[in-house]
């Protein structure tokens, strides 16, 4: 079997994954697939490799099928009758949101202010200034920033503190959305300055974690519809009319479909 039939089996198992489909089975074939692939990347490692590994371990044990997913669908199908509508499980641990957080962020920036720790460039303030300062390493000119020797010496020291600071502080709610704004702008100028764009993007979207429930709330009720666009009438005596009425509510996220009885 070629590297190319095992990426697309990956490809697959990640669509699986997406689509929240099997997603049990899924996700134990990625972390496999996330495993070997990476373990076998010996001329070339980059650093967000280990993010993908850490994350594709956690999803085993996580209930990322709880809500939108296909499989969330089949249930509802499945253990729905007539007269009585099934509603699976919506709720989930708050630990499901920290711990792939806690794993992936906090743990790789211990490690790295460590390292940082040890420097003689980040000890004296040039940890930031000298990669970003290298046209090799770079693919922004930012030189007008760089020659600010105050102000790259205060970033330098503040990501080293913000590093050390990172593991301990995520555990506290209040902490939370000063440390995601912090993060992601912090990670948008690593995509803005460094050919690492899936390094940045990757932890962008894990910070999404650090969100408070209740902005997720807002954003929902945001986006969702206040006026219903369409009507859908349907025989509650009919089984098939009840699978439609599951589906059309399952994917209808916006809330734009209304629900009438056919008397």
Not at 158 to 166: A, I, P, Q
Request: a positive charge; hydrophobic letters at 55%; proline letters at 4%.
């Amino acid at each position: 079997v070629g590297v190319e039939s095992l990426l697309m089996f990956w490809f697959l198992a990640v669509v699986f994954l997406f689509l929240g489909l099997f997603g049990k089975v899924a996700s134990v074939v990625n972390y496999l697939f996330s495993v070997i692939i990476f373990s076998a990347a010996s001329s070339f490692e980059y650093h967000v490799y280990y993010t993908y590994v850490g994350i594709a371990f956690l999803l085993m044990f996580m209930p990322t099928t709880r809500v939108l997913s296909l499989d969330n669908l089949i249930q509802k199908i499945k253990y729905s009758s007539v007269g009585s509508l099934y509603q699976p499980e919506r709720k989930v641990l708050l630990l499901n949101y920290l711990v792939p957080v806690f794993v992936t962020v906090g743990l790789f920036y211990f490690d790295s202010v460590l390292y940082k720790l040890t420097s003689d460039l980040w000890i004296n303030g040039l940890g930031l200034w000298l990669p970003a300062s290298l046209p090799m390493m770079t693919w922004s000119d930012t030189s007008w920033l760089m020659n600010q020797k105050t102000i790259i010496t205060f970033l330098g020291y503040f990501v080293m503190v913000f590093e050390l600071v990172f593991l301990v502080m995520m555990w506290f709610k209040k902490f939370r959305v000063p440390l995601f704004i912090i993060g992601v702008i912090f990670h948008v100028g690593i995509w803005i300055e460094f050919p690492i764009p899936l390094f940045a993007a990757a932890f962008i979207a894990i910070y999404t974690l650090l969100i408070p429930e209740g902005w997720w709330s807002y954003m929902r009720n945001f986006v969702k519809s206040q006026k219903k666009s369409y009507k859908f009438y349907y025989d509650k005596e009919c089984p098939l009319c009840l699978t439609t009425v599951i589906i059309i509510n399952h994917f209808d996220v916006f809330g734009n479909v209304q629900h009438d009885i056919l008397v």
